[in-house]
């Protein structure tokens, strides 16, 4: 079980760029076309300056991509084998394009034990704020994981 003192622990900061070619990739990967998200000439025609970011594309650097993150959780509790994706939701600031610089500041805002069918389990709450290279606060992620209890 983890400790309900980690609620208000914060992680990193993690730093990640945002580049073209992983735009373009994970745009194809959700079936998006739209030349604003392949091509730089399309996406400045567009009026934006650089390829922007697809909506969902912070799963690219959320907990899941985020290993030095991941053994953090470990070490209280939460490896991976034992994690589920349980809700996940995005609340954007500012738009995010190809060549910015975006730092996270991931906390873990909750923690719920619950019992199930199968036995007991946690709900971990965790939020990253990714800011802007200029400090501009650009999107809010919200992530809700099942902890599985490990005698399962």
Known sequence: MIDPAVIGRCFGPYRVRVERAQISAFAAALGEMNPIYHDLAAARAAGYPDLPAPPTLGTCYGLWANPPLLAELALLGAPLPRLL?????????????????????????GLERKQGRSGSFELLTLETQWHHQHGALALVDRLVVVVRNSVQ
């Open 85 to 109: 994706h349980g809700e996940q939701r995005y609340s954007y600031h500012a738009p995010i394009y190809a060549g910015d610089t975006l730092t996270a500041s991931p906390a873990i805002l």
